[in-house]
Each structure stands twice: as structure tokens, then as C-alpha cells.
């Protein structure tokens, strides 16, 4: 008797006891595989330094033997890092970087890239901290049971076009744009090796500075996606200018590179084919925060949803594309450009089919000089000088083109 209730207390009292093994970790010089015997819940890694490390929970998971190392990698070690999360350790020769995390088909299997690095580009990841991927929904696990039972009331999840809209700023009948402040809160994008200072801090007060510049004018109105340090995904960003009907997205970031010499801002428009790998590169990155839901195009069959979104998108990309060149002219009296200034990339902010928008990257946080530009007031207001002057001369030949 005492051993059923032995085992029916190791059962009900360790999470572990549900959760998946680690059967196996494959290590080749460019690639680890962890394989389970069942379902998990979700897979992360991140980067540690002193001593150089590449780090992978498995959440759901209960850890097995140890593998073997190879390439970069020198020792693999495996622990149980509390009740449900199983953690591999990847002990590292020399500097990496990880990518294209995926679940096998089968939902049994993760494997993560990885890729020489130089240092710079190796301590801007480990700042970065952790990327989450999860299996597909068919073979997640669900969480382990607990030892007890808690039930909280939660209100009803808000859809997107229920939440708050920003205010609008400006004389009425003035055409609208909307400037959004990319990454917030848990999201701090990218991290500058000098002085470890954070994308969602430049970009909001870059996002202000250009708010005000548009206010003193008074040729315009201007909604700002948020006015301080809090996280919108990405979906709820455009979709705020739709809601508000507006005539103008512009989405505001800080680029990072592994070459420190990289510098100067880069335009980016919608393009479903990235322009080149480093395009595709950043739109990755920053698609990772959030999942694409899709458009909705109310009833219509699916055949006329293709034809009118095809139309519409189309008609929105030379607009930006046409702002775009606007804003390189006009800005680059006030800040450096990239001599490849304009980009394609499919990044998910600018998904709206019928708001023309613009992903402006006003600098490189890898770069010393860019760093000082866009923390500096001076800089953020020369910045939003050129952005302002771009937003108002695109609208003042939109209404001379109609007239």
C-alpha cells in the first residue's frame, strides 16, 4: 500500500513525471537536433557569455544523457531546469549566432542553425536574450498537471479592432499619419554593444520628436501607435491606421549589423520576395515577435478577396514606394542614407493593404556614430526634421496630383 501511494505522490507532486524525454541531441558543425519521445510544449534559446554558451529549454521536457559535441561546440550538457523545462547547454569554442529554430513535422524533433560570428555581433545576441519558437499546433503538449488547482476569472480576450485607439493630433481635415515607435516593453529590439542601450527607446523618442516637428507645422494630423514604453504586436500597429483611416504609415527602427562599420538609413516597402538575405534576414527578426492572422475581406468569395486585395495592394506599394523616394530626397539633408537606401522586405507592419507604409531604419546600433545620433537630442530632432519635411511634401503633391 505504501508504495501505491508512493508512486501516486510522485505522480501527482513532479511535473516532470508528464512531461516528454530527450532521447536524443545530434550535434554537426552547423546544427543541433533534439529529439523526444512525445509532444512538447514549446522550445527557446538564447546566448550566454563568459564562459561563451548557447542555451535551449525545452519546455515540457525532462532531460536525458548528454550528447556529443562537434564543430563550434565542446561539451553538450543536459539538466532539468525546474519541473517542466528540460535545458541544453551547448559549451561554445568560439563566437556563434543561432537561426531558423524549427519542429520537425512530426512534432517530436527541434533543431536550431548556428553560425560563426565575430564578437560584436555574438555580445549583441546575448543581450538580445531569449527566441521562443513553438511546434504546430496539432502536436503541442498541453502544460504538466500541478500539485493543486487555482481558478481565476479573465475577461474575454480583445480582439484587435477592439482595442483603444490612439489620439490624433492636428487641425481637422488634415491628412493622417500615423508614426509607430517599433518594439516596447518586453521588447527591447536590438542592443547596442555601446553602453547596452535599447532600439524601443531610440525609436519612441525618435517617434516623438517627429510628432512634434508635424505639430508645430500644423499641415497635417499624427497619431502615434504608442507614447511610451509598452509592447503592441505587430498586427494591432497597422491596424490602428486602418482603423483610424490613415493616409500614411511610417514605422520606426534601429538596424544592427555584424559589420561596426555599417551605417546610415535604409527605407524599407512591402515586398512578399525579400530584395536580398539581409533584407529577408531583418524581416525575419522582426516578424518573429508576432504571428500573421491574415486579412479579412468580409464575405465576398474567395476569387473576388484575391482580385480586390491584389488591386488594392498594388496601388498601396507605389504610393510607398513613390514616398519612399520623397523621403530619401528630402531627408538626406538632414541624415545619411545608405547608398542602397530603398529595400524590399515582408515585414509584417507593412501588411495593410490599403495604408500606404514605410519601415524607416534611421541607423545602425552597431555603429558608434550612429548610436550617438539617435540617443542624441539633436540628432532625433534633425532626424524628425527630414521625416517631416518627407510626410509633408508627399501629401502636398497628393492633393496637387488630384487637383
Do not use: C
Not at 520576395?273 to 515577435?289: F, H, I, K, T, W
Not at 491584389?310 to 523616394?325: C, Q, Y
Amino acid at each position: 500500500m505504501s508504495v501505491v501511494l508512493a508512486m501516486i505522490a510522485f505522480l501527482i507532486g513532479s511535473p516532470s513525471a508528464w512531461a516528454a524525454a530527450i532521447e536524443r541531441v545530434d550535434v554537426t558543425p552547423n546544427r543541433v537536433t533534439i529529439a523526444f519521445d512525445d509532444y512538447v510544449e514549446d522550445a527557446s534559446a538564447f546566448i550566454l557569455d563568459n564562459p561563451r554558451r548557447l542555451a535551449i529549454d525545452i519546455a515540457g521536457a525532462r532531460a536525458g544523457s548528454s550528447g556529443r559535441s562537434s564543430g563550434p561546440v565542446t561539451q553538450v550538457r543536459q539538466g532539468q531546469y525546474n519541473d517542466n523545462t528540460a535545458r541544453i547547454v551547448l559549451d561554445l569554442a568560439r563566437p556563434v549566432t543561432f537561426a531558423n529554430g524549427q519542429f520537425g513535422n512530426d512534432g517530436r524533433s527541434f533543431s536550431l542553425e548556428y553560425r560563426p560570428a565575430s564578437h560584436l555581433a555574438f555580445a549583441s545576441a546575448a543581450a538580445a536574450g531569449r527566441a521562443r519558437f513553438l511546434p504546430p499546433v496539432a502536436f503541442r503538449a498541453r502544460p504538466p498537471r500541478a500539485r493543486g488547482g487555482l481558478t481565476v476569472p479573465l475577461p474575454p480576450a480583445r480582439r484587435i479592432d477592439e482595442a483603444p485607439l490612439p489620439r490624433e493630433q492636428g487641425p481637422r481635415g488634415r491628412p493622417l499619419v500615423v508614426i509607430d515607435a517599433g518594439h516596447g516593453g518586453h521588447d527591447p529590439g536590438a542592443v547596442s554593444p555601446f553602453g547596452n542601450r535599447r532600439e524601443k527607446d531610440a525609436t519612441l523618442a525618435i517617434a516623438l520628436a517627429i510628432r512634434d516637428q508635424l505639430i508645430a507645422s500644423g499641415r497635417v494630423r499624427v497619431a502615434l501607435t504608442r507614447e511610451d514604453d509598452r509592447f503592441i504586436i505587430l498586427n494591432e500597429r497597422y491596424e490602428i491606421a486602418r482603423r483610424l483611416n490613415a493616409d500614411l504609415f511610417i514605422s520606426v527602427h534601429v538596424d544592427s549589423a555584424e559589420n561596426p562599420q555599417a551605417n546610415g538609413a535604409t527605407i524599407y516597402t512591402l515586398s512578399e520576395v525579400a530584395s536580398d538575405r539581409e533584407a529577408a534576414r531583418l524581416a525575419r527578426r522582426e516578424n518573429a515577435a508576432n504571428i500573421i492572422n491574415g486579412i479579412n475581406l468580409g464575405g465576398e468569395d474567395e476569387d473576388v478577396r484575391s482580385i480586390l486585395l491584389d488591386l488594392t495592394r498594388r496601388e498601396t506599394m507605389n504610393v510607398s514606394t513613390r514616398f519612399a523616394d520623397v523621403l530619401y530626397r528630402q531627408g538626406r539633408t538632414t541624415m545619411s542614407f545608405r547608398n542602397d537606401y530603398h529595400r524590399f522586405a515582408g515585414f509584417v507592419v507593412l501588411k495593410a493593404p490599403d495604408t500606404p507604409s514605410v519601415l524607416l531604419e534611421v541607423g545602425y546600433l552597431t555603429n558608434e556614430e550612429d548610436v550617438a545620433r539617435v540617443f542624441g537630442q539633436a540628432g532625433q530632432r534633425e532626424i524628425a526634421r527630414g521625416v517631416a519635411g518627407a510626410i509633408e511634401t508627399h501629401f502636398a503633391r497628393r492633393v496637387a496630383d488630384r487637383r
